[in-house]
Each structure stands twice: as C-alpha cells, then as structure tokens.
C-alpha cells in the first residue's frame, strides 16, 4: 500500500478528546517540546508546504490538529509540551488533553516523537519513550534539526541516542532535517506501515 503524502489536507482542530473525528480508521501523532520543529517535520514529509502552520514564537500549537492524508486517516500535530508563552492554567489544560488524548484514542497506531539533535532525549522525550513502552504503541523518534550539526557530529549524537534507546524494542531513531529534506522518505515509509 502506499499513500499520496501530496493530497494531505487540514481537517479539524480539536479543544477536547471529544471534538476528535469519530470516523478515523488510523492516525499517528506528532509529539514533541514546543519549538522541536513539529509543523516543519509534517509539512516537509506531506510535500504541502504551509499545511501545519509554522511560527517563531514556541507553543503556537494550542490544539490537536487533524490533517487528513487519506480516507479516514490521519497525521496529527499535538501542542508541544514544555516551554510556551501563556498562563500556567492553559498549559495545564493542554497537558490534560493531550495525555487523555494519547491515552485513550483508540485509532492512534503510533507516534512520531520529534526532538532538537542539539539537545536530544529531554525529560518529556524520555517520558513519551517510557509511555510508548507502557502503552505498546510503536515510536519513531525524530532527531530533527540534523542540519544544524556537521554530519560527524550529527551521526554521534544519533549512536549516542541509539544506544540509550537500545532497550525500548518498540523504539527506532532516525536523523531529520526538513530544511535539508533528510530523512522523509523513510519517515513516510514508517508512517505507510504503520497506517497501512
């Protein structure tokens, strides 16, 4: 099976797990700190430039995007956890949805965790690796921004990353650039399995 990443399309915005598309047949999330480069990473893997808006200012993501990429299914932009300008409250609103929302969404078959190469596996990444282990969802971990590293540098980092990771069998890393378009093809393959 393979999917036209091209033909993907903005679908809903959803506040609350309740305002998720009750018709969705498979989705995966894109899961990550604010600022780890989220909406690059979707737009560079569909080829539909500006699909996930992009913004300077961190934590602009305040809701769970839908993007439709075929029928009834779904990549998903999550708001990005940790730094953002707003008030504690909302952030905790947020923090609420998205963990009822990774805990309970059925049609949810794996996640795309995106972390800076600069300053990989923080503790939200190490706690989304140890919710994919507990949850028995597959993990595909982004080391985006690859571009801002020389390419020795940036494969030590993935080594590094890798054997960290080397008792999550659930978990596979890859470096990413969506500046430099490294690594799409095989996110899109990931993303083709996992959806297929």
Not at 14 to 43: Q, W, Y
Not at 51 to 80: C, H, V
Not at 98 to 118: C, H, K, N, P, T
């Amino acid at each position: 099976m393979s999917i036209n990443f091209n033909q993907a399309c903005f679908q809903t915005s959803a506040a609350t797990l309740e305002d998720c598309p009750a018709d969705s047949a498979g989705e995966v999330a894109f899961a990550g700190r604010s600022n780890a480069g989220k909406s690059s990473a979707i737009n560079s893997i569909t080829g539909v430039p500006r699909l996930a808006r992009i913004s300077r200012t961190p934590g602009r993501t305040q809701l769970i995007n839908f993007f439709l990429i075929e029928e009834k299914k779904y990549l998903i932009d999550l708001p990005g956890y940790g730094y953002a300008k707003v008030p504690l409250e909302t952030k905790d609103k947020w923090q609420f949805e998205l963990e009822r929302y990774l805990r309970q969404r059925d049609a949810l078959v794996g996640v795309i965790l995106l972390s800076d190469i600069r300053h990989p596996l923080k503790k939200f990444d190490r706690m989304m690796v140890e919710w994919s282990k507990q949850s028995g969802l597959p993990l595909h971990l982004l080391l985006t921004k690859a571009d801002k590293l020389k390419r020795g540098a940036a494969q030590n980092t993935l080594l590094k990353v890798e054997k960290e990771l080397a008792d999550f069998d659930n978990v596979n890393v890859q470096l990413f650039s969506a500046l430099r378009h490294v690594g799409i093809d095989s996110t899109r393959k990931v993303l083709t399995d996992w959806l297929g």
